[in-house]
């Protein structure tokens, strides 16, 4: 059980917090916008990514904690740095993309 009268909600950026879900639970149909909200640093962490074809992209750094990824092809793509944490991966290709410090922690492929 939470004990809420000891939280301490002085230091919780509730901005940054409504930024990083901003897509969460969202099913994102076009490559495009990926891309584009990849590259603007918008958090993509929790959204769920079908049937695009990402081939070559530049994902640098993109959060896509706890994502959901299907049969979307990631081939070749730089995902160097990016937030790859507890997503999970189905029918995905993500042959020679490069993970360079990329976090996978609790990752399903």
């Known amino acids: 059980m939470i004990d809420f009268k000891n939280l301490d909600f002085e230091n919780l950026d509730f901005k940054k917090l409504s930024e990083e879900l901003k897509n969460f639970g969202k099913t994102l149909f076009k ?3 990926v891309i584009s909200k990849a590259q603007a640093g918008e958090s993509l962490a929790g959204a769920r990514l079908f049937g695009l074809d990402l081939s070559g992209a530049d994902l640098k750094g993109v959060d896509l904690e706890s ?3 299907f049969k979307t092809s990631l081939k ?4 160097e740095n990016a937030r790859i944490t507890n997503v999970f991966f189905n029918e995905a290709d993500l042959s020679n993309a490069n993970m ?3 976090d996978l922690s609790g990752t399903k492929m």
């Not at 070749?76 to 995902?79: E, S, T």
């Open 31 to 33: 490559a495009e916008d």
């Open 100 to 102: 360079t410090g990329a």
């Open 67 to 69: 994502a959901m990824i």
């Open 76 to 79: 070749g793509a730089d995902l």
